[in-house]
C-alpha cells in the first residue's frame, strides 16, 4: 500500500515537473521569438550573424552580414571578428563538379574544404569565397572576386581569378587621403545614414568631385 502510494505521488510530482519544464522551454521559445523579430526590424545584419550561427557557421563578435549564403557544410566555415560581408557574397565549401568522376572513384562521396576568414575583414558585394582557402586578418575582398587561392594578412584582393592587388598599408593611405571618403559624427560606419541625410550628404561633398578618367592603352593609342 505505502509503495504504492509513494509510487502515485512520484507519478504526480513527475507529470507536474515536466508539465512546468514543457511552459518554461514554450516561454524562452516565444521570448526568443520576439527578440527575434525585434533584432530583424531594427538590426538585419545583427539578426543574419544569429542566423549564420544556428546555421553551424563560427562568427566572431562585432560582424555585419548583409548576406547569409551559406548553403551547405556550414559547419566548415570560420569567421573572425569584426567582419563585414556584403550582400550577395557566396561561400563554397564543395566541388559539385567531382560528381563526373563518380564512376571512376568507388562509392564518391564528395570533395570538400574550409573556409575561413581572419578578423578585421571586409568581403566586397557578389564575391565567391571557395573551398579550402584562408583568407588572413585585416584583409578586403573586392566586390565580384573569385577566390580559389589563400590570402596572407594585411591582403587587398579582386578579381578572377583573385589576386593580391596591393597591401592594406596602400589602401589605407589611398582611402584617408581621398576626397571621396566622407566622416560623419552623426552616423559614423556602419550605422545605418537616413537615405535623405545619405543623400544630401552625397550631393554636397561627392557630386561636385569629378570621376576618374579612363587610362591610356598603348594599344588604342597606336589606332
Known amino acids: 500500500m505505502i509503495e504504492s502510494v509513494k509510487k502515485a505521488m512520484i507519478d504526480v510530482l513527475w507529470n507536474i515537473f515536466c508539465r ?4 518554461a522551454d514554450q516561454l524562452r521559445g ?3 521569438t520576439v527578440y527575434l523579430a525585434k533584432l530583424y526590424r531594427e538590426n538585419i545584419p545583427a539578426w543574419r550573424v544569429i542566423k549564420a550561427r544556428e546555421k553551424g557557421v563560427k562568427v566572431g563578435i562585432n560582424c555585419q552580414f548583409y548576406s547569409i549564403n551559406f548553403h551547405s557544410e556550414c559547419n566548415l566555415i570560420e569567421i573572425g571578428d569584426n567582419v563585414i560581408i556584403s550582400g550577395d557574397v557566396k561561400f563554397v565549401t564543395h566541388d559539385g563538379g567531382v560528381f563526373l568522376l563518380k564512376d571512376e572513384i568507388h562509392n564518391l562521396c564528395g570533395n570538400y574544404g574550409r573556409i575561413k576568414i581572419g578578423n578585421n575583414c571586409f568581403i566586397g558585394m557578389g564575391a565567391i569565397i571557395c573551398q579550402n582557402v584562408e583568407i588572413g586578418s585585416n584583409s578586403i575582398v573586392a566586390a565580384g572576386a573569385v577566390v580559389f587561392e ?4 594585411g591582403s587587398v584582393i579582386m578579381g578572377n581569378p583573385a589576386k593580391t592587388v596591393f597591401k592594406f598599408d596602400m589602401y589605407r593611405k589611398m582611402k584617408k587621403n581621398s576626397p571621396f571618403t ?3 559624427d552623426v552616423y559614423p560606419f556602419p550605422k545605418k545614414i537616413p537615405t535623405r541625410e545619405k543623400m544630401k550628404l552625397v550631393e554636397e561633398k561627392i557630386a561636385i568631385l569629378p570621376i576618374k578618367k579612363p587610362r591610356k592603352s598603348s594599344v588604342l593609342s597606336n589606332i
Do not use: G, Y
Open 30 to 32: 516565444w521570448r526568443r
Open 20 to 23: 512546468h519544464h514543457s511552459i
Open 182 to 184: 566622407l566622416a560623419h
Open 150 to 153: 589563400s590570402f596572407p594578412d
